[in-house]
């Protein structure tokens, strides 16, 4: 089935969303899993949160330069390959199910879309495409779509400020950087300093970005590229949410078989079994959300800002609860940290307030919808 369904059974044009997966969305699933699966294992993870370069940059050049999954936003007559954040959504779930320490959210989506709302800039979108550069919006991770946002100071073509808590700002090549004459501004991150912060997510760093006279390129206005950029950040993380999600049900139902108590597996007692189902059914709405939202993005819907919004009302919620579930449901095991269950209710936690939280996004979805509050 395409990504769009352009007619319905009685003739007129069809507009509603298309949840399923396509052929070739499979394949690029399988594709990034068996690379995953390779180059990605959960001590390796753990041993990288442990040192002074979380960021896996190997995996990164696998993933952007070798798959060309950096790209994916860009057009093809841009330098990108040309595909739709229907692609980008299947990449980020199996990155959420390894929760892999590379860029790819922060710098092939925020920082690409922020770059495609902009004119002229097609040397840097070629290079964000290609992988060779890594872009960062200066934009704190919590910021939702719609929300205020700290700029710097611009002076006689200088830049002047503090930004706090972007992530991946130590790993990143190029900086977009709102400033307070309405515009925003490419910064070569060798210009500034950044100031590793602590991080509840071990594996998606943040830090505050200094500027102290830094010359930057003004690529547009800032408005509009960091709205579009956070709306696509807010509704692609979903999609990573699920990945987690997932990850997080598929492990716990597997050990629960294995782990014996009384002479029978856990997972046969039934308390457990109600546990899991309903963690189950959260889950198959969560991806019916995220991949709305996903859609809506890659096809330009009315109802986009509605679909984002949705989405990340309920995806942070079901993220953490599986997590937790995952946690509690592995027992004594679970609770060490060679285990990996950590990184996943982590890296959940942090989801939970990046680009809005739970709690925003319902508020901004009843102004959407015209409900009042009660």
């Not at 925020?110 to 934009?139: F, N």
């Not at 912060?197 to 102290?212: E, G, I, K, M, Y």
């Not at 990850?247 to 139902?253: C, D, K, P, Y």
């Not at 009302?313 to 995952?326: D, G, K």
Request: contains cysteine.
């Amino acid at each position: 089935m395409s990504p769009e369904s352009p007619k319905s059974p009685d003739g007129p044009l069809d507009t509603r969303p298309d949840l399923l997966y396509t052929e070739e969305e499979d394949a690029l699933r399988a594709a990034v899993r068996d690379l995953l699966d390779d180059h990605c294992d959960a001590a390796g993870v753990i041993v990288r949160t442990e040192s002074d370069a979380p960021h896996d940059l190997e995996l990164w050049k696998a993933l952007s330069a070798d798959m060309g999954l950096a790209g994916l936003l860009v057009p093809e007559a841009r330098g990108g390959q040309g595909a739709t954040h229907r692609e980008a959504a299947v990449v980020l779930e199996e990155l959420g199910r390894a929760v892999a320490p590379v860029p790819y959210l922060t710098s092939a989506v925020v920082a690409t879309e922020a770059l495609l709302a902009c004119g002229g800039v097609e040397d840097l979108l070629a290079e964000l495409a290609s992988g060779r550069t890594i872009g960062a919006l200066a934009v704190a991770l919590n910021t939702a779509p719609g929300g205020p946002y700290k700029v710097v100071r611009e002076e006689n073509g200088t830049l002047h400020g503090e930004l706090t808590a972007v992530a991946d700002a130590a790993v990143a090549d190029v900086l977009l950087v709102p400033a307070d004459d309405g515009g925003l501004y490419a910064v070569d991150a060798s210009a500034a300093t950044a100031i590793p912060r602590v991080s509840l997510d071990l594996t998606r760093p943040l830090a505050n970005v200094v500027l102290h006279g830094a010359q930057g390129r003004r690529l547009g206005d800032a408005e509009p590229a960091v709205r579009r950029a956070l709306r696509a950040g807010a509704g692609l993380l979903a999609s990573e949410q699920l990945g987690l999600a997932e990850w997080a049900l598929t492990e716990t139902v597997r050990y629960l078989k294995e782990r014996r108590q009384f002479n029978r597996p856990v997972g046969g007692f039934q308390a457990l079994k109600h546990r899991l189902a309903q963690l189950w059914l959260e889950l198959v709405s969560l991806r019916a959300a995220a991949r709305n939202a996903a859609d809506a993005l890659a096809t330009g819907s009315d109802d986009t800002d509605v679909a984002v919004a949705v989405a990340q009302a309920y995806a942070a919620p079901v993220a953490v609860h599986a997590a937790e579930e995952a946690l509690q449901l592995h027992g004594g095991i679970g609770m060490t940290w060679e285990h990996p269950v950590h990184l996943y209710l982590k890296r959940a936690k942090a989801d939970a307030i990046a680009y809005g939280t739970a709690g925003g996004h319902r508020a901004a979805l009843a102004e959407l919808v015209d409900l009042p509050a009660p």
